[in-house]
């Protein structure tokens, strides 16, 4: 019988509890990002934000969760004194 090549890749890395949990804590601030730009869909869609104004809001959010999954999930965030980032969340 032929060893099975499993190949696992997870979007947290379980090797490290405290990174672990940092990340299940920056999907949960993803998600409020993503309600966000749902309610400027919503306020677009009602005529209350101009279609410029979306667009830049949505991808300046969504490139924020772009870059912060990066930092993350490189472990880059664990050269800085708080590697939860916090702040710049």
């Not at 410029?52 to 490139?63: D, G």
């Amino acid at each position: 019988m032929k060893p099975r090549l499993t190949i696992r890749h997870t979007p947290v890395d379980h090797d490290d509890p405290r990174q672990a949990l940092r990340m299940h804590r920056y999907f949960m601030a993803a998600g409020t990002s993503l309600l966000a730009i749902g309610l400027m869909l919503a306020s677009y869609l009602l005529g209350f934000l101009s279609r410029a104004s979306f667009y830049q809001c949505a991808s300046l959010v969504l490139l924020a969760i772009f870059v912060f999954y990066i930092v993350f999930r490189s472990g880059f965030n664990l050269r800085f004194s708080d590697p939860s980032l916090a702040a710049g969340q």
